[in-house]
Nanobody, 124 residues
Framework: QVHLVESGGGMVHPGGSLRLSCAASGGAVSKYVIGWFRQAPGKEREFVSTISWNGGSIVYGDSVKGRFTISRDSVNNMVYLQMNSLNPEDTAVYYC?????????????????WGQGTQVTVSS
């Protein structure tokens, strides 16, 4: 069983930055792929980014490429999502999730464990 807890959300002006954190615990968590998804009101859950267990493989969704950076601290079982150049379309609840392989990383149904989410609001 893997337990995930997100933090770091909040409100920011357009053009601003935030860093989200995902604390993972339980099981062989260091071997899990960790992904970030987001869901805005009335919209489907959207893939943001995924990082492999050793950080050697990273995938980004098209809407965040060049603005968001995912990273991993395997010693402390933390995954971070640095979000720059935020715009109102980035407003959503952000979730981290865990799975065992790098296959189909953009598909939310492939993830086995989910955190409770953290709200990110981008507004002037």
């Amino acid at each position: 069983q893997v337990h995930l807890v997100e933090s770091g959300g909040g409100m920011v002006h357009p053009g601003g930055s935030l860093r989200l954190s995902c604390a993972a615990s339980g099981g062989a968590v260091s071997k899990y792929v960790i992904g970030w998804f987001r869901q805005a009101p009335g919209k489907e859950r959207e893939f943001v980014s995924t990082i492999s267990w050793n950080g050697g493989s990273i995938v980004y969704g098209d809407s965040v490429k060049g603005r968001f950076t995912i990273s991993r601290d395997s010693v402390n079982n933390m995954v971070y999502l640095q979000m720059n150049s935020l715009n109102p379309e980035d407003t959503a609840v952000y979730y981290c999730a865990a799975k065992l392989t790098m296959m189909n990383v953009a598909s939310s149904i492939r993830y086995d464990y989910w955190g409770q989410g953290t709200q990110v609001t981008v507004s002037s």
